[in-house]
């Protein structure tokens, strides 16, 4: 039976890219040698990281315009550490937006660093919604936000305008809408949600805000030897970088972040809306701050869990249920879902409904 794959990541990648990537793991480029094994150094994986930071550069509309593109390692996690190592001024401060888990591990890594302000929080409403009407200090180094919110499944959908650089952490909808890349100083974003494998990790900068920060930076952890190296500084993680290029070729086929935008937006209102309909169901994200990525919601009788549980199970669905710290339910659309998947998720969720709304009155 194919499997409908929700997982919030490692995640879904296409067809295509498993078939190539796995071809490329005997016999890279007809060279006889495996993706694998190759030097990193080669003319034949040179190449593939060479077009592959055109590709993401091209894609954000940010060629020409004084940004580098690197793959690196360590995760968004290692960019959290990385990202006030290279930008907050030593007698500075830096203002970040609390908008769930991986904003506040943000936050954290940042206070390692510095003055560090949060200029708002969802956290007392479980962050159920994206804050507004804040204040970013004009003197901060720079300002960090999360544009979208894997657990609690929200997802910003406009962003502040400010003369400070904007730092953003797009690691669940890099490359699913079309955005203003410009209006970001610097976006970072691990592979695998949208990109690729898990294993390296997208860091989108724009070199003119690089240098100055007045502290002494490790080389491993400092942007701008990474830029010189063109992300070769030490050995990148040759594999996840193929994939990342084999799903960005993909996506152009698809009409580029255009394109797959149209897709992900009629994923979201098929299953949003069944959500809404669904007496059986209820979201937890605030409606005008949903996230197209990631639907969360819960049971209305939370004693039906078993029973709703086996029958998605049975039509073959994988990865639906909600991150360890909430519970509840997630379905993680990414690029490559396709919308047949969330169509046999909404056909569950009807035929529960039918077989189980009598029950679920008779036990309230």
């Not at 992300?231 to 255009?258: D, E, H, R």
């Not at 969330?342 to 009598?358: A, H, I, N, R």
């Amino acid at each position: 039976m194919k499997k409908h794959n929700f997982s919030a990541g490692p995640c879904i990648l296409p067809q295509e890219v498993f078939e190539k990537s796995a071809q490329s793991v005997l016999n890279f480029n007809h060279s006889d040698l495996s993706i694998l094994e190759i030097s990193h150094r080669s003319k034949d994986f040179v190449a593939v990281m060479e077009e592959v930071r055109a590709l993401v550069l091209e894609f954000l509309g940010l060629e020409g315009k004084g940004y580098q593109a690197l793959f690196l390692q360590g995760g968004a996690s290692l960019e959290f550490l990385r990202v006030p190592y290279n930008l907050l001024n030593v007698d500075g401060k830096a203002a970040y937006l609390d908008t769930g888990t991986w904003a506040n591990n943000a936050i954290k890594e940042a206070k390692l660093f510095g003055e560090t302000v949060i200029v708002a929080s969802s956290k007392e409403e479980n962050y159920n919604h994206i804050p507004t009407n804040y204040t970013i200090p004009e003197d901060a180094s720079y300002f960090h936000c999360t544009s979208n919110n894997t657990i609690f499944g929200t997802q910003m959908k406009s962003f502040p305008k400010t003369a400070v650089p904007i730092v953003c952490d797009m690691s669940s909808d890099i490359f699913s809408r079309t955005l203003d890349f410009s209006q970001f100083d610097l976006i970072y974003a691990g592979a695998q949600k949208n990109m690729g494998a898990a294993g390296t990790t997208l860091v989108v900068v724009k070199e003119s805000i690089l240098g100055k920060s007045g502290r002494a930076i490790p080389s491993i952890l400092d942007y701008q030897k990474h830029i010189k190296a063109e992300s070769m500084y030490n050995t990148p993680a040759v594999f996840a970088v193929y994939t990342c290029l084999l799903t960005l070729q993909w996506l152009k086929k698809q009409g580029g972040i255009a394109g797959i935008e149209k897709i992900n937006e009629a994923k979201a209102s098929l299953l949003y809306n069944e959500i809404d309909r669904n007496t059986m169901f209820r979201g937890t994200a605030v409606k005008a701050d949903r996230s197209i990525m990631n639907a969360t919601f819960l049971l209305e009788n939370p004693e039906l869990q078993e029973s709703f549980d086996k029958m998605w199970k049975e039509a073959g669905i994988s990865g639906l249920t909600g991150h360890r710290s909430v519970g509840g339910y997630r379905a993680s659309m990414y690029n490559a879902l396709p919308l047949e998947s969330v169509q046999v998720l909404v056909d569950v969720m009807k035929e529960f409904e039918t077989l189980y709304s009598t029950q679920s009155q008779l036990a309230e």
